[in-house]
């Protein structure tokens, strides 16, 4: 039972008011007994004194009678104080004795003083008692409270007094007194103790009812509570059971809300942001950090400034504008793709969307909520789609033009064969005699056109027109081909082909040998076969190797520019077969320079390469990278960085038609 | 150089094409015809046949291929090597079927020459032989 508790309250209430009644009933019989004991002790006391008086007065009478009053007044004071000793002063109670004092305050019988002292007269004892011809009065003798009576003789002048402690005057009341506190400290305690038990039974309920909502306020919901019974306890408890039951009902919709709301949030696999837009606090998931391959922890201190730093600067503006045209009610969402740093040193694409969902009063923005969504994927599957069309549109415009381009071409091609031969050969009859007719020879004549460059010029036309050929024919590979030219092809003999192909057709300066460069192979044992277009295939591992090679080339001769040693060419090339995916992975790595992200990003673009002018179509990597993607269903991408050479990696289905 | 002078049809309507291939198969010592369209083409056959023809597919008034036909349909046959700007093409069944039609197909422009003069020597020497035993 605690403080404060209804039982206690109950119980302290009714102790209280049975030890008011005691003491009211003890005060009570206190004050009446104290009259009667007054009463009867005053009756008691006043005729001891009147027999006192009635014996000196009869001595006296006698002493009238004698005559001789004179003479014998002191043999009859003598013999009446005689009879008083042997009476009343003969064995006296040890603190109840009268005494007898003359008008003078001279002690005339005493307990304990000898006749004739004066020590009383100055007391309050004698003067009170010599004051008035009778009455009683209390007083302090040596720390006790005694009482007093007294009547005086005015026959002989003297004062007969009483004089009684208050401790045995009152004697029998205290005793009274013990006995009855006695009694109604019994009567109180027993009543209590039965009363405790009644009111326990009343309040059990309540205090059960009481505990059962203290563990429910602690959160045990699942509490039994079977009060039964009719009362308003019963009443409450059933009350209770509803209240409890509802709360419960609430709490199961609201968690089962809750976690709705964060499956959806799962499985959107978004990050969530909530931004005190006036204080600038935010809050994120951890999803938030971990699209930027990071965790929250990394990321602390956790404010705006956190988003702010993670958007890319181009970027920032854009979204700043998004925040203030919503902020001022132009746009209903904030809704914007822009990049985050991610932990890779890369970028990724990120959508946030959210909306402010409560303003100050005044109207401005309070708190934003939104979500950030990872679509990099998506954004390279549209970059990549845009690449194909891209490319598709120019093989369309190829297919169109190839013949109205080839035309002049040949024209200009073979003219420029056919003038050479007649300028420079000198076997030819047709030559020999027109040479002859102008009067000249042709041995003459070819030696004039060596001398001046002229054969020279015409192999730089037929060169030029070749490439101008050559850029046609690799725009029309960016063309949809059909199954029928498609054949099951053993990729490690492929390369290997390619390999010694890319050995004798490496000409490009005449001062580089494609055989000096180290080739490493790493072929995983039984790779299956797979579907493909030979030709195609290799020409898009051509272009892989040629571009290296070249990359290499160019880096050596620029050591060799700056007196530095040259770095030892190396391809190394890696067949897998996936097995989960079907698929055959191509590496082709090489220990060049590298590229750096700009070049990278833009290396299966058409027309786009880092060539001189008139050294590189641009075209060799698009037109691989269209022969993968498009024709083959497959994959290309390309790992590089500077200084770290470069590796394309080609995955193939094994089977077109299963991509 | 040869003591048989073969004699060659050159049809292609692109005058710089087939100005080259005339000038270049002259000087070979081959007897050289040409027609810049398919009508002047047979209009050429009616005054002789040659051993051999070059022949473009697109011509603007009807294309290589039915120029072939229409030769055939008038008993005119000789050996042929189609040469064309489109790198598309693929001669239809029933000209690759023909036995004096070769089997290579040039695109433009030709860069090597003397390989389409090899081509139209042994598509002569083919087909003659192929007319001579028929069921050979």
Redesign the interface.
């Known amino acids: 039972m605690r403080f404060g508790s209804i039982t206690f309250k109950l119980l302290s209430l009714i102790a209280g008011a049975f030890i008011i009644t005691t003491l009211s009933v003890l005060l009570a019989a206190d004050i009446q007994l104290t009259q009667i004991i007054d009463k009867s002790q005053n009756a008691m006391y006043a005729e001891r004194i009147a027999t006192i008086l009635g014996i000196l007065t009869r001595s006296n009478e006698r002493l009238q009678k004698t005559g001789l009053v004179e003479a014998y007044v002191a043999d009859f004071k003598e013999s009446a104080l005689r009879v008083l000793r042997q009476t009343y002063y003969k064995r006296p109670h040890q603190s109840i004795y009268p005494f007898i004092l003359d008008a003078d305050g001279k002690v005339v019988i005493h307990q304990t003083l000898p006749t004739g002292d004066l020590s009383l007269r100055q007391t309050e004892i004698g003067q009170k008692m010599l004051a008035s011809p009778e009455g009683d009065f209390e007083y302090i003798y040596l720390g006790q409270q005694h009482w007093c009576m007294f009547k005086q003789f005015t026959e002989w002048g003297w004062v007969i007094g009483y004089t009684v402690p208050l401790k045995i005057k009152y004697a029998d009341a205290r005793m009274f007194r013990t006995v009855l506190v006695f009694i109604m400290g019994w009567i109180t305690t027993l009543a209590l103790l039965t009363l405790s038990l009644i009111v326990a039974r009343f309040t059990k309920p309540i205090t059960r009812l009481t505990h059962i909502s203290t563990q429910i306020a602690a959160g045990k919901l699942d509490q039994q509570i079977e009060l039964g019974g009719s009362d308003e306890v019963g009443t409450l408890a059933r009350s209770f059971v509803r209240m409890r039951d509802s709360i419960q009902q609430q709490i199961l919709e609201l968690t089962m809300e809750r976690k709705r709301a964060a499956n959806i949030l799962e499985g959107t696999n978004a990050g969530t942001w909530d931004w005190n837009v006036q204080t600038g606090e935010v809050t994120f998931n951890e999803r938030w950090a971990e699209i930027m391959g990071r965790t929250l922890e990394e990321l602390e201190p956790i404010d705006i400034q956190t988003w702010m730093k993670n958007v890319h600067p181009d970027d920032l503006p854009r979204a700043q504008t998004q925040l203030e045209l919503h902020f001022s009610g132009k746009q209903d969402y904030y809704d914007i793709e822009f990049r985050q740093p991610h932990k890779d040193d890369d970028w990724v694409w990120v959508n946030a969307r959210g909306k402010v969902v409560e303003w100050t009063p005044d109207g401005k923005p309070l708190r934003m909520s939104g979500t950030h969504v990872d679509i990099t994927e998506r954004k390279r599957t549209q970059e990549m789609l845009i690449q194909s069309e891209k490319m598709l549109s120019v093989g369309g415009l190829a297919?169109g033009m190839?013949?109205?381009?080839?035309?002049?071409?040949?024209?200009?091609?073979?003219?420029a064969?056919?003038m050479s031969?007649?300028l420079s050969n000198v076997e030819?009859?047709?030559?020999q005699r027109a040479a002859e007719e102008a009067g000249t020879s042709m041995a003459a004549i070819a030696a004039f056109m060596n001398a001046r460059g002229i054969i020279r010029m015409l192999g730089r036309i037929?060169e030029s027109?070749?490439r101008a050929?050559e850029i046609?024919?690799n725009m029309?590979s960016f063309a949809r081909k059909s199954d029928a030219t498609f054949s099951t092809h053993n990729l490690a003999e492929l390369l290997d082909q390619t390999v010694d192909l890319a050995g004798s057709d490496y000409d490009l300066k005449k001062k580089f040998d494609f055989r000096q460069i180290e080739i490493v192979r790493e072929y995983e044992e039984n790779l299956p076969e797979v579907s493909c277009e030979s030709g195609k295939i290799q020409q898009v591992f051509l272009n892989i190797l040629r571009n290296g090679a070249e990359a290499m080339q160019e880096e050596n001769e620029e050591l060799s520019m700056k007196n530095e040693a040259l770095k030892k060419s190396r391809f190394v090339l890696r067949l897998t077969h996936e097995q989960e995916a079907e698929r055959v992975r191509i590496e082709v790595a090489d220990n060049g320079p590298g590229m750096n992200a700009a070049t990278r990003k833009r290396i299966f673009e058409p027309f786009f390469t880092t060539k001189p002018v008139g050294q590189g179509t641009g075209l060799g990597l698009s037109v691989s990278y269209f022969i993968i993607t498009e024709n083959h269903s497959g994959e290309m991408r390309v790992e590089s960085a500077p200084g770290k050479g470069t590796i394309f990696i080609i995955r193939l289905p094994l089977n077109r038609s299963q991509a | 150089m040869n003591a048989h002078t073969s004699s060659v049809l050159i049809l292609d309507d692109d005058d710089a094409v087939r100005e080259s291939f005339m000038d270049y198969f002259e000087d070979r010592g081959w007897l050289v015809t040409a027609a810049a369209t398919a009508g002047e083409g047979l209009e050429a056959l009616a005054h002789g046949t040659p051993d051999c023809a070059v022949i473009d597919i697109r011509l603007p008034d009807m294309d290589g291929n039915e120029f072939i036909r229409e030769a055939g349909r008038r008993n005119i046959r000789f050996a042929c090597v189609l040469c064309t700007g489109s790198p598309e093409y693929q001669p239809p069944t029933d000209i690759a079927a023909l036995p004096q039609v070769s089997g290579q197909v040039f695109a433009k422009p030709v860069t090597n020459l003397s390989e389409l003069e090899n081509t139209l020597r042994r598509q002569i020497e083919t087909y003659r032989t192929k007319e001579e035993h028929p069921h050979a």
């Open positions: 297919a190839a013949h109205e381009i080839n035309n002049p071409l040949g024209g200009m091609m073979q003219t064969s056919v031969d007649r030819l009859p047709a030559n037929s027109g070749r050929a046609v024919r029309l």
